[in-house]
């Protein structure tokens, strides 16, 4: 599998790193470019909660776009550890 990027933003093109467990699909990229094209008007400036956030994509992609801030609620420890190191 292909590592999935971030489309948009200030992070545009970053790789995701993906858990290697097979419990963690990460959030295609046409979904999260439809998803952030609704969201465009809002997103600026804003505060996002990803819950069950597996890889973190979603934050991270709200983040690359303008978010102020991110909040990732995940309890899978790999998954954990992958946002950590996506947010490096």
Request: proline share 5%; charged share 25%; glycine share 10%.
């Amino acid at each position: 599998m292909t590592a999935p990027r971030i489309v948009a933003g200030r992070f545009r093109g970053r790789r995701i790193i993906v858990p290697d467990h097979g419990g963690v699909r990460p959030t295609a990229s046409r979904m999260r470019e439809a998803l952030f094209s609704r969201l465009a008007p809002v997103i600026d400036g804003a505060r996002f909660l990803d819950l069950f956030a597996g890889s973190g994509a979603i934050g991270i992609e709200a983040l690359s776009r303008g978010a102020s801030a991110a909040l990732f609620v995940e309890r899978d420890r790999a998954s954990v550890a992958a946002i950590r190191r996506n947010l490096e």
